[in-house]
């Protein structure tokens, strides 16, 4: 019998804030708020639950993907993923935990914290992401990592060597990464090209330490067309393929994860048909790299290709030159850039870490130790005060203690701004190396804050910067491109203090006078207090307390939007007396955009709630057409609140049909049968959160809602039911409504 193990390479560049830790809008993913939240719907989720469908089309099973495949995400992903997806969080979690039930080894592998090409970084770099990486694994899978996934499959012996000395016992490349191999017991060296190399089996790499990791290489051929060349598209096709590939040994596929969904729309709907055609097959074998490798230990030996990769066909230049590698789309741009960006945040990194290294003593008992338990800490999966306990010093004051905080969330920025994206596409201006140029800033901000000469820092690194031109054309050298998008985004006491009071002017909740009220961002938490407000002129007080102690008292004035500059924002003296503003156009896109969008949500919330209200008014009035009429009478108002009609047509038994086919009539536009969709489905959801659940009342709601608009959304209450159990027999009539085959559901 052959074995297969089919890898997924889950990663989304970091995409935070570094000043409030919160997601800033990205234009690029809309609809979706962020590129995270896209991409989650469209294949993090649907991996947790994907359809396997019989001959009719009929629902069969939703098969958990992760409990089957070989997967890796990074710590930052996870983090977003706990916060923001925590059903999916926890499917994936408890997938590794499933296999590790079912096969002795866990599905799950580490990956590198930051997504750092490791060859590129310095020794100590790659120890401190390697532990980070192990820590934050021990913390959410509660078990050591067998194995780690290396970005890009970027590789060097150095790099082997640290994976190893932190008990690492595989990783994964590619066939084109293997130099020579030999027999385990022999040195009987032959070289290899991809084409040669026998992927299935394990290999050994010994190390100059002494020290060994073995090496799984993944079939090229299947993993490119599953990649590329649209073997997703039908997941027989894909089955086919797979078993004609199969023979004894292994079959190890390895792809970007985003394949299965992201980039191929229902990819995970063949993916889940080829895990179910496996599973009831009987001559493959479903497995995972750990327990392979315990049944098959390595017979052979490799040597790899030093500074090589699988998305680089000249090594590791494509994260450090202009070596011809890009996306494409863009035959006149060059990416001359790369070498300078990679010498700046290069260089920033080198200054910041000399700079810990030498400030640490001061406030650490074990300056090594406190830096490798820290990114757990950091992404809110340890305790802080556990942390302190052990590793800061007893005898530190409050400011020395906010002090060590801020070297280790310096180390931290500093570390993501060298992941792997910002170098990988066209331009510099693109999303990831402005924000890696974001991460450095605000470690340069953390080093002052410390002590460090940050002025001469910051110098250097914009030096450097210079001739990173961008082809895009929107600024004529790297440091204007910083000026012109990494400055405004920096956000100071002042600019917090203005993201505060613009935040409450679009809640319009900004204190009256004598009162108090708080705003919380991950990182930051504004203490708003007002002392005097006349006409459109407010005055106050603000304390602002950055995550792991960092504070700020400030005096403020706000002249509200209608006086000059779309509103004023001000830092004052004691006396009064101004002494910094800040205006609407001096914020960046991102922070405009978020207060908009924060906006928006407010109103629509309160519209609906008036909406809902007049829609129970108006539905008893409405009336079929009369002789000769093709349309409502002011259609386009009816169209404007047909959601709310909608809604209270299911929600209200006593309405009859009738009512409904004119609603049905009225010619809502796309926005408002989503909006439609999106409240029933809430509503759904509701229901079969109650105890004991209200299957019936979601099936009424269901039923009534596809009168209105028959493609409605169910995708996350038929996830749910299938949650709760798909076979209980209170949930069969809300079942076969949602599509599963009357076979899924039993007797």
């Known amino acids: 019998m052959s074995s297969l193990c089919i890898h997924g390479h889950f990663y989304q ?11 800033p809008p990205e234009g690029s993913a809309a609809p979706f708020l962020n590129w995270n939240q896209r991409i989650g719907r469209e294949c993090y989720s649907p991996l947790a639950w994907a359809s396997i469908l019989d001959a009719q089309g009929k629902v069969m099973t939703l098969c958990n993907c992760y409990e089957h495949i070989s997967f890796n995400f990074g710590p930052t992903l996870l983090s977003w993923m706990q916060s923001n997806i925590p059903k999916t969080y926890h499917k994936i979690l408890r997938a590794d935990a499933a296999s590790r039930e079912r096969l002795g080894f866990g599905n799950a592998l580490a990956q590198v914290c930051h997504h750092l090409i490791m060859p590129l970084a310095s020794d100590e770099d790659k120890k401190l992401e390697t532990a980070w990486a192990i820590k934050d694994f021990e913390h959410r899978f509660k078990r050591h990592p067998e194995g780690m996934w290396l970005p890009e499959t970027a590789v060097d012996t150095a790099s082997l060597e640290v994976l190893a000395e932190h008990g690492i016992a595989y990783t994964i490349l590619a066939p084109r990464q293997a130099a020579a191999v030999s027999p385990r017991d022999a040195d009987d060296w032959h070289p290899v090209t991809e084409a040669q190399l026998d992927c299935t089996q394990p290999y050994r790499v010994d190390l100059p330490s002494g020290r060994n990791i073995s090496v799984f290489f993944y079939n090229g051929p299947i993993s490119q067309a599953i990649a590329f060349e649209e073997l997703l598209r039908n997941g027989e096709n894909f089955w086919q393929r797979l078993r004609g590939a199969s023979s004894q040994g292994l079959l190890s596929i390895a792809t970007d994860g985003e394949s299965y969904g992201h980039h191929f729309t229902f990819g995970e709907m063949a993916l889940a048909y080829v895990l179910g055609q ?23 030996r490799v040597r790899i290709h030093e500074n090589s990769s699988w998305s680089c066909a000249h090594g590791i230049e494509r994260w450090r030159s202009d070596c011809g590698c890009n996306t494409g789309g863009h035959s006149s741009w060059n990416q001359k850039w790369r070498t300078p960006l990679r010498h700046a945040l290069d260089n920033l990194r080198t200054g910041i870490r000399q700079h810990f290294e030498r400030s640490a003593p001061r406030y650490f008992q074990n300056p090594d130790n406190a830096v490798q338990d820290f990114e757990p800490v950091a992404l809110c999966s340890a305790d802080a005060d556990e942390f302190a306990y052990h590793h800061l010093r007893t005898e530190l004051s409050e400011t020395e203690r906010t002090e060590a905080w801020s070297l280790l969330s310096m180390q931290l920025w500093s570390l993501s701004s060298l992941a792997s994206c910002s170098w990988f596409f066209d331009d510099i201006d693109r999303i990831e190396p402005l924000n890696a140029m974001s991460y450095a800033t605000r470690a340069l901000e953390l080093a002052e804050c410390t002590g460090a000469d940050a002025k001469a820092l910051k110098e250097a690194f914009l030096h450097e910067l210079e001739p990173a031109i961008p082809n895009s054309g929107r600024a004529a ?21 203005c993201l505060s009071l613009y935040r409450l002017h679009v809640q319009n909740c900004l204190p009256s006078p004598g009162n108090r009220t708080e705003l919380h961002w991950p990182l930051l938490t504004a203490a708003i207090t007002c002392t005097e407000h006349s006409g459109s002129q407010a005055k106050g007080r603000a304390e602002l307390t950055l995550l792991f102690g960092e504070r700020h008292q400030l005096n403020w004035q706000w002249d509200a939007p209608g006086a000059p500059d779309f509103g004023r924002c001000s830092l004052c003296s004691e006396t009064g007396e101004i002494l910094e503003s ?33 829609a129970r008014r108006l539905l008893p009035l409405l009336q079929p057409m009369t002789e000769g009429q093709t349309q409502e009478n002011l259609r386009y108002l009816w169209a404007q609140i047909w959601a709310a009609l909608g809604w209270e047509y299911c929600r209200q038994e006593q309405i009859p049909q009738e009512i409904g086919k004119i609603v049905a009539g009225l010619g809502p536009g796309e926005d408002e049968k989503q909006r439609f969709s999106h409240q029933v489905e809430r509503g759904m959801l509701g229901l079969l959160e109650l105890s004991p659940t209200d299957a019936d009342g979601a099936l009424w709601l269901l039923l009534r809602a ?21 076979q209980k027999p209170e949930l069969r009539e809300l079942a076969l409504a949602l599509g599963f085959a009357p076979d899924a559901l039993g007797n």
């Open 13 to 23: 560049p970091p995409r935070e804030n570094p000043w409030l830790g919160s997601l």
């Open 278 to 300: 496996a599973e009831k097959s009987h001559d493959i074998q479903l497995t995972n790299y750990a327990a392979y490798l315990a049944a098959h230990p390595p017979l052979n």
């Open 477 to 497: 050298t790297g440091r204007q491109l910083y000026d012109r998008f990494i400055t405004p985004r920096r956000i100071s006491p002042m600019r917090s203090l």
């Open 582 to 614: 800040c205006t609407l156009q001096e914020l960046s896109w991102g922070q405009k955009q978020a207060l908009a969008l924060e906006g928006i949500e407010i109103s629509a919330a309160q519209h609906w709630a008036q909406e809902t209200t007049q």
């Open 706 to 726: 596809r009168e209105l608009f028959p493609e409605i959304d169910c995708w996350r209450l038929r996830n749910r039911v299938w949650d709760l159990g798909v």
